[in-house]
């Protein structure tokens, strides 16, 4: 990995000063002012809730968007960048939170995209995939360089992307969410790198809604919130505690099962359900069985590869089954489709929004009321009233921060697109509600809402069965935790376990 000539400053000198960045779009104050350094060596992490100003900053600073004022200080000279191409011929380069791979093309290629390597002959493509294997070698990754990205499940893709960002000379390397569909053993992978990195004098600029794992790399800590950055320190002056009242204003908590009610019979009943890897010759799900019932939060937990997302895109009608069968109130739907499942009351977030759960070309209303069509639709005849509640509804119900329907989806932050999935499937009114890692890319407070809003649904009989690879969040409103290891069920337990039991009997603890 080359990260080009190290700059004279001596390590924690300021290599870059952001200096009053204000951006606006439109009457929408994204950044109003913000001031802070990025040091040599050093990791300077980002924290704020989802709409805080993070992303929009990073982008300024990475040159993919303008600031409406403000200076940008790079080794004590004015800057400015109108494009990432001039930013990265600086020395800064950015890893975005949603990947921006070609996914028909091979990692190789991905990596080496407008900056091929060539001789007089044409492209040294012997050549470039040396270099990716060395990559993935330093990154401890078994990915071959001719693997199509489209192959690869999301956690590889993301490291396919640190990848090709670790292959420039960087001096500055912001990395927006990079962990966000890691296992925990490809996080230590990262962790070391960036270590590494930075014992080399890059200085690395972090964004994260993980926070207890942030505070493991960072070195200083700004805190946005609504624009404005409310607060900064060094690592020895904060905690967690620190964070989140900078955040939010005080202290947050996911919360707790909801009590007070009986659940219901079986409503999701699982026998036998096994999905193969069509490719490998073994089975990602083996011969599953659970029975969910109405009212009940069921969490599933497990490190990457356990089969958490198979399972649940198998129950949705995505993937079909290598044998068992799926019952909903007592009916076998195995056969159905995905649109019969949802109108018969079995829906699923996705856990790539941008690939599975919007339509980019869409408004944030038109997103809302995708799946339920059928509700405000008549033959040929659209009731754009009912249309217009269903989209009100959502947005007040999941709480999206928009200028309204009809705003476009791609002006949303990460965590308001994410809770547009969420809330385009409670609009179908679902029996059963499978959410595949529903906080990836939503900060604290949204994710408080979100699990907030799952309770409630379940209190009125809604069945949830969500996904996560944060132990944090088994232990919130789940009535059961189940974990799954390598295809099959390890363990349950009750709400009332220890994290430490959760990570044993998920294998978590022979990668630690």
Known sequence: MSTGTEPSAAVGEVVLAARDIAKSYGSIRALKGVNFDIHRGQVTTLFGENGAGKSTLMKILSGVVQPTSGAIILDGRPVSFASSTEAREHGISIIHQELSLAPNLSVRDNIFMGREIRTATGVDFAEEERQTRALMAELEEEI????????????????????????????????????????????????????????RGVSIVYISHHLEEALQITDHAVVLRDGAMTAYAPRAAIDLEWIVRNMVGDNFDLGTPPTGYEFGPPVLQVEQVSVADGTAGFLLVDRLSLDVRAGEIVCIY?????????????????????????????????????????????????????RDGLVQTMSVGQNLSLASIRAFTKGLFTSRRSEQSIVEDAIRKVTVKTDGGGAAIGSLSGGNQQKVVIGKMLATNPKVLLLDEPSRGIDVGAKGEVFRLLAARARQGLAVVYTTSEVGECLSIAHRIVVMHRGRISAEFGSDVSKERIMAASGEAMVA
């Open 302 to 354: 497990g490190l990457m590869g356990a089969g958490r997302t198979e399972l649940l895109e198998c129950l949705a009608g995505r993937i079909a089954p290598a044998g068992g069968r799926v019952l909903l109130d007592g009916a076998d739907i195995s056969g159905l489709s995905i649109a019969e499942r949802i109108a018969r009351g079995l829906a699923l977030v996705p856990e790539d929004r941008q």
């Open 144 to 199: 071959d360089p001719l693997t199509p990205v489209e192959d690869l499940r999301l956690g590889q893709q993301q490291i396919v992307e640190i990848a090709r960002a670790l292959s420039v000379n960087s001096r500055i390397l912001i990395m927006d969410e990079p962990t966000s569909a890691l296992s925990a053993s490809e996080v230590e992978v990262l962790f070391k790198v960036i270590r590494d990195l930075t014992a």
